[in-house]
């Protein structure tokens, strides 16, 4: 929930941004920002399955404001985070 990115991490590796970013995507195949957009977007969706806080409250709880969080969500998933929520709802019910 605190802000992150790809220059905090490589900072506290000791890093230059440029080579861990090269470092990092050798060694997983993703850049370390996409890396870090899928986590947000994998720990929003637990959110959301597992309490009822708002859409505001999740977007903070994965270190993004809310309307950069909504549009991430929904270029990695699909549909709005709203959307995707109700399809929870009516699946676990």
């Known amino acids: 929930d605190k802000p992150l990115s790809v220059d905090n991490i490589a900072s506290r590796v000791g890093l230059e941004r440029t080579y861990f970013s090269v470092l990092f995507h050798e060694t997983t195949g993703s850049t370390p920002h996409a890396y870090l957009n899928s986590v947000r977007i ?4 637990v959110l959301m399955r597992d309490t009822d806080a708002p859409m ?3 977007a903070a709880a994965v270190g993004l404001e809310p309307t ?22 009516i699946t676990i019910v």
């Not at 991430?72 to 699909?78: A, D, P, Q, T």
């Open 42 to 45: 994998e720990r929003a969706c």
């Open 56 to 58: 505001s409250e999740i």
């Open 68 to 89: 950069a969080f909504s549009r991430m969500f929904k270029r990695e998933v699909g549909e709005s985070p709203t959307e995707y929520r109700k399809k929870l709802k």
